[in-house]
């Protein structure tokens, strides 16, 4: 597990402007959606105001479920997905791959530093 400070902030990493991707990269604490099977379903929730950049940045171009593709990465590990709208929080979270929680050593309730770039707009 990586011990990290809890907090969630959010930090960009390039300038926030048409020409340059949206990258923003912060400290989340895993978590198991209650719905489903806790060792197969597990999220981090993005900073509300990433979430609020990433929202305007995409406009309209929404996959299904509102989604919207990224490329994460945590530690060493670099993958393609889809960041998913909260049902109340206003904020996206990010399913973490059971092979990623592995690769780095991750468990429930453990806090990472996640870079998320937002792609395919």
Do not use: N
Request: charged share 25%; proline share 5%.
């Amino acid at each position: 597990m990586i011990a990290r400070r809890a907090a969630v902030t959010a930090r960009k990493v390039r300038p926030s402007c048409d020409a340059q991707p949206v990258v923003v990269v912060f400290d989340a604490r895993l978590w198991a959606w209650d719905a489903r099977r806790p060792d197969s379903w597990t999220f981090v929730s993005l900073p509300a105001d990433a979430s609020e950049e990433i929202r305007d940045r995409a406009g309209g171009s929404r996959r299904g479920f509102g989604s919207l593709r990224v490329r994460v990465t945590i530690g060493d590990t670099t993958w393609t997905t889809s960041i998913f709208p909260s049902g109340g929080a206003g904020a996206y979270v990010l399913p973490i791959k059971r092979h990623v929680r592995d690769a780095e050593g991750l468990d429930v309730g453990g806090v990472a530093t996640v870079a998320v770039e937002l792609i395919e707009l």
